[in-house]
């Protein structure tokens, strides 16, 4: 079974510019995370699909953030324009329906915003 | 406030030896916690689930305990190896109107030293 993948690993970009990451979920699973890690923090929450549908955006900071899940499938997250606070750890996660069923995180990719 | 704490922030022993970790929690309603493994430049890996009636799970080498009147858990690691090094993460499930949300500490840094 091919774990999640997240594309690309690392990205610098300078403020303003626009930055899309990818992440493609365990085939399958219906559920995929975008959680967050700044320096030093714990990882935090963005967001959460079922299938193709946002469950729950409650963590997006704001509206420079801009997630999709294209046919329940892969999802993408966009950041237009970045802002240096916007620098952390992006990690995507998809897991089955059902509280035993773990999270399976991708490794993460790493945006510096300059 | 749903918090997960995490102590030590970071430990460094000797091969061989053994050591433990320590979650404190406030989530509610609780649901489920999680130990997961974190090794550096990779995604979280889940160790052991525990629900409000375990109060002990082993997954090889490693021993998760949960006080759920108390609401601690501890994870126990014996006989301590080099490929233990990574970051140990408490992460406490919430249950809200039939879905979950991941309330994640900031982790204990382990180092194991030969």
């Known amino acids: 079974e091919a774990g999640v993948t997240q594309f690309p690993s690392h990205s610098v970009i300078e403020k303003g510019q626009t930055v899309t990451l990818r992440c493609d979920p365990i085939s399958g699973h219906d559920n995929l995370y975008w959680y967050r890690r700044v320096m030093g923090k714990e990882i935090k929450f963005l967001l959460h699909?079922?299938?193709?549908?946002?469950?729950?955006e409650s963590g997006m900071p704001n509206n420079r953030f801009l997630a999709e899940r294209t046919g329940g499938t892969y999802s993408t997250l966009k950041v237009q324009p970045a802002e240096l606070e916007d620098s952390g750890v992006y990690f995507c996660?998809?897991?089955?329906?059902?509280?035993?069923?773990?999270?399976?995180f991708g490794n993460g990719t790493r945006l510096t915003v300059t | 406030k749903n918090q997960v704490e995490q102590s030590p922030q970071s430990l460094i022993i000797l091969e061989g030896k053994n050591c433990t970790l320590q979650?404190?929690?406030?989530?509610?309603?609780?649901?489920?916690l999680r130990w997961y493994k974190q090794d550096t430049g990779r995604g979280p890996v889940s160790l052991t689930i525990?629900?409000?009636?375990?109060n002990t799970k082993s997954n090889g080498r490693y021993t998760a305990t949960l006080d759920a009147d108390t609401k601690q858990s501890s994870l126990h690691i014996t006989a301590s190896q080099l490929s233990d090094s990574a970051s140990y993460i408490c992460?406490?499930?919430?249950?809200?109107?039939?879905?979950?949300?991941?309330?994640f500490g900031t982790g204990t840094r382990l180092k194991v030293l030969a």
């Open positions: 996660a998809s897991s089955h329906q059902g509280f035993r069923s773990p999270l399976h």
């Open positions: 979650c404190n929690y406030t989530v509610s309603p609780f649901s489920n």
């Open positions: 525990m629900t409000f009636s375990e």
């Open positions: 699909f079922v299938k193709e549908s946002k469950q729950d």
């Open positions: 992460v406490v499930s919430q249950s809200l109107a039939g879905t979950y949300k991941y309330i």
